[in-house]
């Protein structure tokens, strides 16, 4: 495995550290605040649980169209940071921008004024309907708020600039977590507005975040140096290149998002504590992987720069190396999800079945851990960082349509499987994805240089 040395470049390890560390952090504290939303929620019952899961679902999918825009904006970006291109970088940028932020006002306009349709389309449970609506009224904020900066933090990992997306959500966390403390349970004199009061924690913090990002690109951001000038003055000729390079990594994140959404369906007619037990895994799984996703989005920056500065067969042997180093962190992350799944479940306040079922259904996401690792490296970090973003998209939504829907709606709806083996149904992409991946990156056919 003579591919192995390329670990060995000092300047690769410190952009690899530089970047997946702190992208880490960032995601540690996002999922923090996620987590002490669904803790607190937890406390008030089964039906108030159940409710924001099934909203988020809806806001699981816009972000995943955000994240869509940022991550195919930033295979752009970071080619064009390694070709030392910032101008292009600022046009690119621009449309990015505009783009978002119209997405951002339909889905206000969705979530705002038809949440009852939305959350039926989730569940048949009329409680678990009327208490997400009166969550997702007030999100409808959150999520508009949220697409924007998402989209700005993310753009400047292509540069290397994440430490700015610590301090936010350092900052983010600490407001979500006490204003939902004060208005969930109604202390220091404030009402006790229980699920609102965490939809009204939630948004306020949103709109925190925010306002600090765009802070920071007006006032201290110094590699790109966009200007309100430069968003109105744009080289409209990059258009095409963001759509033709945007619009696969979007659609692939659209399909992949309302396909998981499509899974939490099949569970919501199962029942409603496997619901629960599934919002508690992943709330659990997210913080196992926050390293997962750090390496795999410092292997994007990294390939897409060393594709950028022609050195192609560097990216190759770079490629294999994290792929083989992706796989220990795998088995690293599942021996600790598998450590801390009693601590984590011994946090609600839910039935005693439910309870059980989420100690087993994340048992088996620890197993599917590892192989997460080699997916979000290889499809997320490898091939999208390549410029293969078409081939990421027929592995995201071909597996996940045709094997994990309609095998899991058999499995679940008909076959009457038991629920922890249903999640394995339902997630069984994931092992697909990585076997197919593996063959597609040590065949060496990726590279793609996508600049002028």
Known sequence: MGFMKVLEDRQLRRSLIS????VAMQNLIIYATNMMDTVMLGQLGEVQLSGAAMANQFGT???TLTFGIASGTNILLSQYWGKKDPRSM?????????????????IFVLARFFPQQIMSIFTPDAEVIAEGARYLRITAFAYAFNGITNVILMSLRSVGTVRPSIVIYIVSLVTNTSLNYILIFGKLGAPRLEMEGAA??????????LLLAVGYMARFENKIRITA????????????????????????ELLWGVGNSMLMVIMGQISRNFVSAYSITNVTTQFVQIFIIGVSNATAVIIGNT???????????????MMVFSLGLGLLSAGAMMLVRPLVVGLYNIPPESKTLAMEIMAVAAFLVIFQALSFTGLMGVLRGGGDARFVLFCDVAFLWLFSIPMGFLAGLQWGFAPPLVYLVLKGDEIIKVVVGIFRIWGGRWVRNLTR
């Open 200 to 209: 009204i924690a939630t948004a306020l913090a949103r709109g925190l975040e």
């Open 90 to 106: 600022r046009s690119i940028l621009a449309v990015m921008y505009r783009g978002t932020v119209a997405l951002s006002l339909v």
């Open 61 to 63: 999918i816009f972000m």
């Open 229 to 252: 000038q430069s968003l109105l003055g744009y080289d409209h000729s990059f258009i095409r290149d963001f759509a033709s390079t945007v619009t696969p990594v979007m659609c692939n």
């Open 19 to 22: 970047i997946a560390f702190p």
């Open 307 to 321: 594709i950028g500065a022609e050195e192609y067969q560097k990216a190759r042997d770079t490629a294999k190396a």
